[in-house]
């Protein structure tokens, strides 16, 4: 009390000291103090701060178990892209194995084919050869009767009666050979 | 003082904010006496409910606005008990966080206008301080029995300066609850009072009342940042002397 008074006037009850000082309040201001201290510990030990924490651990673990979720997911798709990759080669090789099948196929029977057509055109050839032979032998023959014929008209009208068939034959043959 | 203000015709009387208050029959103020430091004590209460416990009665994953306020609240004081005190101190984060809960929701509702600031008062403020001294006293005791004087030898120093280093560490450990205290009262009167001050400027200037008003202005900025300063400051200090009390080996 003494704090107090000491900047007041004489027999003012309130002070222009500081209120601060007045120590007949201090047993009021301590006691309500401790009173709400009790009151707010109270309040935040069992029903603020407990739930404040779970929820930023439930918030924490729902992070993590999206953050889990999504690398999951991730992996999934990794895989997915990785059997995709294997069944494009898969179906590369494939596909060229049968090409390369196809191909041999189609060269057999080409080659099947060349050769039948190089027979059947070997054969023409032979007949025509034949032909050709057979024409050349006919045009042989006939140019020999023409120069016998021929032969015979020239010497009949050179000297009549002077030679025979026979030897005008054999001159001419003789003749066509050498 | 209050001649002088008379003889200016002023009427300035920027220590009346502070006055306790019987609010229930007057008469003298008894231990029990419901006054405006009980009612305002008790808004304290009302707010810490309003924010921690009806903010966060959804229990969202994503957090609405009062549940993030209170989470971060949480967050900041959590981590500021486990850098400042180590792991060890998380066993008393209720009782911290109490504290700072009290002093901050304290200061903020004292800069309603026409309220009345418990924190003002060097009763309250150095029962807040008393408590962690001889909180953290004990438990340094307790913890750590006569080991816990280490505190005071500085094992760092050299061997003559020791006993000197001794006596100097043992006042200023007694003067941490003093400081502790006068330093939030200090702060929050002291802004409070020059409000009140240049409000009692205004009041008698008239048209050039547009000044002292700019200042008040300025200075209510100024004791929102004080407010939650000193609050962060109260609870920093408490988890220093925890941490002296857990690890007193300088």
């Known amino acids: ?178 | 003082m209050a001649t002088e203000e008379a003889g200016n015709g002023f009427n300035i009387h920027p220590m009346d904010q502070f006055e306790i208050k019987s609010l229930f029959g007057g008469g003298p103020i008894e231990w029990y006496s419901f006054t405006n430091a009980t009612l305002w004590m008790g808004f304290a209460i009302l707010a810490v409910v309003l924010l921690l416990v009806v903010g966060t009665r959804k229990r969202a994953i994503v957090p609405s606005r009062s549940q993030s306020v209170a989470e971060m609240m949480y967050g900041f004081i959590h981590k500021m008990i486990e850098d400042v005190a180590g792991k060890e101190g998380l066993k008393f984060f209720p009782y911290i966080f109490t504290l700072f809960i009290f002093i901050l929701v304290s200061n903020f509702l004292g800069l309603l206008p026409t309220s009345f600031t418990t924190t003002s008062h060097i009763a309250v403020t150095a029962m807040l301080a008393m408590a962690v001294f001889v909180a953290v006293t004990v438990l340094g005791f307790y913890k750590n029995g006569m080991k816990f004087l280490g505190l005071f030898w500085v094992s760092s120093a050299p061997l003559a300066l020791r006993p000197i280093l001794a006596v100097i560490e043992l006042i200023s450990y007694f003067v941490r609850p003093v400081s502790h205290s006068i330093r939030l009262a200090g702060n929050v009167m002291a802004g409070h009072a020059v409000i009140k001050v240049f409000a009692g400027f205004a009041g008698a200037l008239g048209v050039w009342a547009a000044l002292p008003i700019l200042s008040i202005t300025a200075v209510y900025g100024l004791e929102v940042l004080v407010a939650g300063i000193q609050a962060y400051v109260f609870t920093i200090l408490t988890c220093v002397y925890l941490n002296d009390a857990l690890h007193p080996s300088h």
């Open chain 1, 1 to 178: 009390m003494a704090d107090t008074s000491h900047g007041a006037a004489p027999g003012a009850e309130s002070a222009p000291g500081m209120p601060q000082l007045d120590f007949s309040t201090f047993p009021n201001q301590i006691f309500w103090l401790v009173v709400t201290l009790v009151i707010l510990y109270l309040i935040l030990s069992r029903v603020a701060l407990p739930r404040i924490a779970t929820v930023l651990a439930e918030r924490q673990g729902a992070i993590q178990r999206d953050l889990d979720k999504a690398e999951e997911l991730k992996r999934t798709a990794q895989d997915a892209e990785d059997a995709y990759n294997k069944a494009l080669a898969d179906a590369r090789s494939q596909a060229s194995e049968i090409v390369a099948e196809a191909k041999a196929d189609i060269q057999k029977d080409l080659d099947k084919a060349i050769a039948k057509a190089d027979a059947e055109i070997a054969a023409k050839a032979a007949e025509s050869e034949k032909a050709i032979q057979a024409i050349r032998d006919s045009a042989a023959k006939s140019v020999a009767e023409v120069a016998q014929t021929a032969t015979a008209d020239i010497v009949n009208a050179v000297m009549p009666n002077a030679a025979d068939a026979k030897s005008i034959k054999a001159a001419v043959t003789a003749r066509l050979k050498g």
